[in-house]
């Protein structure tokens, strides 16, 4: 089994990101993908779980360095009907304890329903994203469109397992010119949960 290594990441939201966005499309754009995803989030927790094309996908925070950047470390990705056990890992990457499983396994809308309408702590967002994926300098880079429950969102972002590489395609490209935030921080502010 390959060992998995996480990336660091640097990403920015805003309203309009203006030479960023000039500057990542003086490039070749490799890809353009659209997706509608539910988002969980927890209050007192910023770890990032989503279900996106019918996948349960859990990603923790590893790491933060000295510019900011974050390392992201995938923990779980699962389909539906997801095992009671996979389930309940929802609560483990947000540092809950776990309630009872009343069923062995859950199909999406039970999932949604009863693990986590059942948890006063969680909520989901409904996001929708329309990337479009570059590759400079061998880091992953793009800049997409979002919304959380229908606020509108521009983000761009720089990913690559060395951060200092990032750090240097970030100043490139200008994102700099912003802070680093991550999804689940500007999910948070967008839809007005307030916390971690």
Not at 7 to 29: K, P, Q
Not at 107 to 126: H, P, R, S, T
Not at 131 to 139: N, Y
């Amino acid at each position: 089994m390959n060992k998995i290594i996480p990336r660091w990441e640097y990403r920015i939201f805003a309203e309009d990101l203006g030479e960023v966005d000039s500057n990542v499309r003086t490039h070749e754009c490799t890809r353009v993908l659209e997706s509608a995803e539910d988002y969980i989030i927890c209050r007192s927790s910023g770890n990032n779980v989503k279900i996106r094309d019918g996948l349960l996908d859990i990603k923790q925070l590893e790491d933060t360095n000295n510019d900011t950047l974050e390392q992201w470390l995938p923990v779980l990705k699962v389909g539906f009907p997801c095992p009671a056990d996979d389930a309940a890992r929802i609560f483990l990457a947000f540092g809950l304890k776990s309630p009872e499983m009343a069923r062995d396994e859950y199909a999406y809308d039970q999932f949604i329903n009863e693990v986590v309408g059942g948890a006063d702590e969680l909520a989901v967002v409904k996001v929708t994203k329309k990337r479009h994926g570059f590759m400079i300098r061998d880091t992953i880079v793009e800049v997409a469109d979002v919304t959380f429950n229908g606020v509108a969102q521009k983000t761009a972002a720089v990913e690559h397992i060395d951060p200092s590489l990032v750090m240097e395609v970030v100043r490139e490209l200008g994102l700099d010119a912003f802070t680093n935030v991550n999804y689940i921080k500007a999910m948070k502010k967008a839809v007005g949960m307030e916390g971690a």
